[in-house]
């Protein structure tokens, strides 16, 4: 069986979740199957490997004028998809490096993997949702890699729930190192993994921290992500925690493991999440999520982290101070988290998303 995937996500995003997503899919297929990846790159980070794997690339390093270099992209793709005859056509991404309209060249079954809602919900007035829209219509079987995700695609598109199949993530993050050492005050931090986006409602968390700095200087909060930018470290400045916060930037996963298990906590104050990738990472690295009750939360942590009301610092900054002066609760959560992390594994997903296709040809 033949696979096809069109590699769009390479094209804007070295690092991140979808492409560690497909990374993982691709490198775990049976021996049976024929992946086949489109790309502009040669390889990027966290790029596919298999046995079986071709690439399609178009080279338009030589190509200075944009618009001509997409309008030939659009149809060396369209003529290789049309030659491969794939068995089915997973897309990394709403958009693709054919054009919407040529998908009258892939005549097989279109899986789409939908992520999130998050365009939807937070930028309604986004021409991307067009697109998203129509892909969604397009598609044969959608996967949704949450409950919850599934639930907010059907309310907000009117899709047939026969179409939908929830297929979890997983991580292929480990933990380095597990510290039996209590955390101390002179070493103590809350981390915080992902983007600093509005919905990611950041000022949540730094006003919980400042409370919680207002009383014990030496904690800090260690943050995952870009660097700050003006508009921020005044902002943090302001509240008199700009030297307490550090900003770790393009780590490898053994570090960003090592983080996440000499944390007390990774503080997650997320208005929305279609999955929630650093919750499950915090348990699988042994610390606890401490995160919002909302959307996917819930579900993917089950009794193993806290939740907390997103529109409170009160019981933010309460369950922060919490769990920094009960290490015995602490190491209770930790275990369960434990537990919990084993639900998610790529064996389990890649099996899932092989049997979806194959029920489709």
Same mark, same amino acid.
């Given at each position: 069986?033949?696979? !096809?995937?069109? %590699? ?42 298999? =046995? ?11 190509? =200075? ?14 003529? =290789?998809?049309?030659? *491969?005859?794939?068995? $089915? ?7 693709? !490096? *054919? ?11 279109? /899986?789409?993997? /939908? ?48 179409? /939908? ?39 949540? !968390? ?25 508009? &921020? ?7 008199? $925690? ?24 990774? /503080? ?7 999955? %929630? ?6 348990? *699988? ?56 992390? =084993? ?8 099996? &899932? ?6 029920? !489709?040809?």
């Amino acid at each position: 069986m033949k696979i !096809l995937y069109d %590699g769009y996500i390479y094209s804007g995003q070295n690092v991140g979740g979808i492409n560690r997503y497909f990374e993982n899919i691709i490198k775990h297929l049976p021996d049976n199957l024929f992946p086949i990846l489109s790309t502009r790159k040669n390889r990027a980070h966290n790029f596919p490997s298999n =046995k079986n794997l071709k690439i399609i690339r178009f080279n338009n390093r030589l190509i =200075k004028n944009r618009k001509l270099s997409n309008h030939l992209e659009n149809y060396y793709m369209s003529f =290789k998809y049309k030659r *491969i005859k794939p068995d $089915i056509f997973h897309p990394t991404y709403y958009n693709m !490096l *054919i054009h919407e309209n040529n998908l009258k060249y892939v005549r097989c079954p279109i /899986v789409l993997t /939908v992520y999130d809602l998050i365009h939807e919900l937070f930028i309604p007035e986004s021409n991307f949702i067009n697109t998203k829209k129509s892909m969604i219509n397009r598609a044969d079987k959608i996967i949704c890699i949450s409950e919850n995700t599934k639930k907010d695609l059907i309310n907000f598109y009117n899709v047939d729930e026969q179409k /939908v199949k929830v297929i979890y993530l997983a991580s292929d993050l480990k933990i380095q190192n597990q510290s039996t050492d209590k955390i101390k005050p002179e070493n103590a931090y809350f981390l915080y993994v992902g983007t600093r986006a509005k919905y990611k409602n950041m000022n949540l !968390l730094y006003t919980a921290f400042q409370r919680i700095n207002s009383k014990y200087k030496n904690i800090k909060l260690f943050m995952v992500g870009k660097e700050l930018d003006e508009s &921020e470290k005044k902002e943090l400045n302001s509240m008199a $925690i700009l030297e307490h916060i550090k900003v770790e930037t393009n780590i490898d996963d053994e570090k960003l493991s090592r983080l996440y298990n000499g944390s007390i906590a990774l /503080v997650f104050p997320t208005r929305y999440e279609g999955f %929630g990738y650093p919750a499950l990472e915090a348990m *699988i690295c042994g610390t606890v999520p401490l995160a919002s009750n909302v959307a996917s939360i819930p579900e993917i942590l089950g009794d193993a982290g806290i939740l907390f009301d997103n529109t409170s610092v009160d019981e933010l900054t309460e369950k922060m101070f919490y769990l920094f002066e009960n290490p015995e609760y602490r190491d209770l959560l930790i275990k369960k988290g434990f537990e919990q992390a =084993k639900l998610f594994n790529w064996e389990n997903t890649v099996k &899932e998303t092989t049997n979806l296709y194959q029920s !489709l040809v």
